[in-house]
């Protein structure tokens, strides 16, 4: 069956950088776009950026753009987003997820806490 | 981007049905057939349970349905059950090539 696992969180101070990983099987992941989906504590569901096939599109939320950057190892299952200039309201579980055929998140992962904080 | 616009709560009794709806414009909601519904249990993570207005993935119950007029689309539930208090989630494919979700509306059985 098809697993997501994320990888890479933790406590991190302003201004800082994070890289999160996310662990795909279950599922051709080559055939796929990933996504990356976060929630803010007690807040509500975010997207963040996703990522197509081969890595030759990508888009990002307004929030994001210019610090985030995604990217995937289609050899190694896996799906990375880099985050620099982290910033406070960047606190949250980040959500690895994979998109269906169309345009809905058909699987997600259990998510990996980033904390921004001095 | 904005976030699409949901009831911050909904409520409903065992046995009855509610609709959630999920306001967007033109760019999102109003201009795709790429609307979907979440469900989160606290602590999980989000679970599909509509796509494209108004399919079910394999495994969801058919007392869940979707449906879309105009810039506004609605999550129904028929038969609320116990299980079924969560929050829910709508989504939609936006002009702009991104994803957007709702604020997200909390379900009470009461």
């Known amino acids: 069956q098809v697993q997501l696992v994320e990888s890479g969180g933790g406590l991190v101070k302003p201004g800082g950088s994070l890289r999160l990983s996310c662990a795909a099987s279950?599922?051709?992941?080559?055939?796929?776009?990933m996504s990356w989906v976060r929630q803010a504590p007690g807040k509500g569901l975010e997207w963040l950026s996703y990522?197509?096939?081969?890595?030759?599109?990508?888009y990002y939320a307004d929030s994001v753009e210019g610090r985030f950057t995604i990217s995937r190892d289609n050899a190694k299952n896996s799906v990375h987003l880099q985050m620099n200039s982290l910033r406070a309201e960047d606190t949250a579980l980040y959500y690895c997820?994979?998109?269906?055929?169309?345009?809905?998140?058909?699987?997600w992962g259990q998510g990996t806490l980033v904390t921004v904080s001095p | 981007q904005s976030a699409l616009t949901q009831p911050a709560s909904v409520s409903g009794s065992p046995g009855q049905s509610i609709t959630i709806s999920c306001t967007g414009t033109?760019?999102?909601?109003?201009?795709?057939?790429?609307v979907s519904w979440y469900q989160q249990h606290p602590g999980k993570a989000p679970k599909l349970m509509i796509y494209?207005?108004?399919n079910r993935p394999s495994g969801v119950s058919n007392r869940f349905s979707g449906s879309k007029s105009g810039n506004t689309a609605s999550l129904t539930i028929s038969g609320l059950q116990a299980e079924d208090e969560a929050d829910y989630y709508c989504?939609?494919?936006?002009?702009?090539?991104?994803?957007?979700f709702g604020g997200g509306t909390q379900l009470t059985v009461l």
């Open positions: 997820a994979k998109y269906s055929s169309g345009w809905d998140l058909d699987h």
């Open positions: 279950g599922f051709t992941f080559s055939d796929y776009y």
């Open positions: 990522i197509s096939y081969s890595g030759d599109t990508i």
């Open positions: 033109s760019r999102d909601v109003g201009g795709y057939k790429f």
């Open positions: 494209d207005v108004n």
């Open positions: 989504s939609s494919y936006t002009s702009s090539s991104i994803l957007l």
